[in-house]
Nanobody
Framework: QVQLVESGGGLVQPGGSLRLSCTAS????????MAWYRQAPGKQRELVAS???????NYADSVKGRFTISRDNAKTTVYLQMDNLKPEETAIYYC??????????WGQGTQVAVSS
């Protein structure tokens, strides 16, 4: 059973940056495309960015040019660098397999709050 642990969230001012990390407990992580999702209060969880096991990236239109997803397969960790954050991006951020593969058990996520 793969466990996912997200970290790196916090409170940041609009225009600020955060780097999120997500570490998986099992090496099987390495064979799957991974993704970051977010869920704002009262809204459905949405896909933010994904990365294949060999590094091909895709982004939601709303974050293109501001967010960067990366992964370190040796560390079974996926990252999300978020720059120029906006208040409407306040949410809990989760990582998991790319949705078409079905999710691993969801972690607790990491809270990101963008506010002045």
């Amino acid at each position: 059973q793969v466990q996912l642990v997200e970290s790196g969230g916090g409170l940041v001012q609009p225009g600020g940056s955060l780097r999120l990390s997500c570490t998986a407990s099992a090496a099987i992580f390495r064979v799957y495309p991974m993704a970051w999702y977010r869920q704002a209060p009262g809204k459905q969880r949405e896909l933010v960015a994904s990365i294949t096991n060999n590094g091909i990236q895709n982004y939601a239109d709303s974050v293109k040019g501001r967010f960067t997803i990366s992964r370190d397969n040796a560390k079974t960790t996926v990252y999300l660098q978020m720059d120029n954050l906006k208040p409407e991006e306040t949410a809990i951020y989760y990582c998991n397999r790319e949705v078409s593969y079905g999710p691993f058990p969801w972690g607790q996520g990491t809270q990101v709050a963008v506010s002045s």
